[in-house]
């Protein structure tokens, strides 16, 4: 029994490694690839969601077959269960879109495990220059939907972030987790070193539907002020009429 035992899974990991390779490449025949998807969605182990999760990397003509495609992996994965949650994990951290790997998550573990794993991986990012920022921009828009008591603090050092669409998200984020008084000075910090206008209206929008005073920053502050907005008798932001 143990013979047969050790014979089946070498005889599973070659089979693994076989449909890998196909569901990996996307000059494969279709056909190919469908075939190594169910039979990999069928194992339900780590390894076969491993196997699965690089067809999420690239994308096939005709449009319908490659959504085909992924979301027989997606039901593959999610099948696995517990056994997917590190593999998908892996592939979060290091991938080029978050959206696949945080639907797979979505459906894999609960919200607040969900969030603490784009929490860790937005630690790891800094403020600084990046060629892709995607990630760190999906990251903080999801943070703006997700109620949690750590998003707010793993946001808010992102007002300072070199790229706007960035900046941006952050204060969306800071909205979102209702935590706009408790970073107040932060705000307005960011406020009166921000250039993009879109990014100050969004900052004076977040003062002014909280009623938050920008005192003792007022006089900086109304050099910043865009056309929308005003600053009422305790320096409170105001839209204009």
Not at 71 to 90: C, K, L, N
């Amino acid at each position: 029994m143990a013979f047969l035992g050790i014979f089946g899974k070498k005889s599973e990991g070659g089979a693994v490694r076989k449909h890998a390779e196909r569901v990996a490449n996307k000059r494969a025949q279709a056909y190919d690839r469908w075939e190594s998807i169910q039979a990999l969605s069928q194992m339900k182990s780590r390894e076969a969601v491993e196997a699965l999760l690089p067809r999420f990397t690239f994308y096939v003509e005709p449009s319908i077959t490659d959504q085909e495609e992924k979301d027989a992996a997606f039901s593959g994965i999610i099948e696995a269960g517990a056994a997917g949650v590190e593999p998908v994990v892996a592939f979060l951290r290091r991938a080029d879109s978050i959206s696949w790997p945080l639907k797979m998550l979505d459906k894999l573990v609960g919200e607040e495990e969900l969030v603490g794993y784009l929490i860790e991986l937005l630690a790891k990012m800094d403020t600084e220059y990046a060629r892709d920022p995607e990630v760190k921009i999906q990251i903080l828009t999801v943070l703006a939907e997700r109620k949690d008591a750590r998003a707010a603090d793993a946001a808010v050092r992102f007002l300072e972030d070199a790229n706007e669409s960035a900046r941006f998200a952050a204060v969306g984020a800071l909205i979102g987790q209702e935590a706009v008084a408790a970073h107040k000075d932060a705000l307005v910090k960011a406020l009166c070193a921000e250039d993009s206008v879109r990014v100050r209206n969004r900052v004076f929008e977040a003062l002014a539907t909280a009623g938050l005073s920008v005192q003792p920053e007022q006089e900086r502050v109304k050099g910043r002020l865009t056309p929308g907005y005003t600053l009422d008798g305790g320096f409170v932001p105001r839209k204009r009429a």
